[in-house]
Nanobody, 117 residues
Framework: QVQLVESGGGLVQPGGSLRLSCAASGKYFTLYDVNWHRQAPGKQRELVAQITSGGGTDYRDSVKGRFSILRDNAKNMVYLQMASLLPEDTAVYYC???????????WGPGTQVTVSS
């Protein structure tokens, strides 16, 4: 069992930066791939960034060059560093951890990011 809690969201002006944190508790977190998803009002949830258990990363095109996903396995933490934020980045951001070999998937409750002047 893995529990996830996001933090770091808030209100930021366009062009600003935020760092989201995903704190994980439970065993074997280092075996999990971790994604950040987001969901804007009236829109479907979308994958923003992912980092594998081995440290490989990938991003959706609209955030490439602006967002970075990092993990600190010693602290059971995953971060999403966001820069040059745009109003269209406004959404609730969710942390997701999954290990399909184990058949497990977990979600955090989400953290709100609002980009507005």
């Amino acid at each position: 069992q893995v529990q996830l809690v996001e933090s770091g969201g808030g209100l930021v002006q366009p062009g600003g930066s935020l760092r989201l944190s995903c704190a994980a508790s439970g065993k074997y977190f280092t075996l999990y791939d971790v994604n950040w998803h987001r969901q804007a009002p009236g829109k479907q949830r979308e994958l923003v960034a992912q980092i594998t258990s081995g440290g490989g990363t990938d991003y959706r095109d609209s955030v490439k060059g602006r967002f970075s996903i990092l993990r600190d396995n010693a602290k059971n933490m995953v971060y999403l560093q966001m820069a040059s934020l745009l109003p269209e980045d406004t959404a609730v951001y969710y942390c997701n951890a999954h290990n399909w070999r184990l058949g497990n998937e977990y979600w955090g409750p989400g953290t709100q990011v609002t980009v507005s002047s």
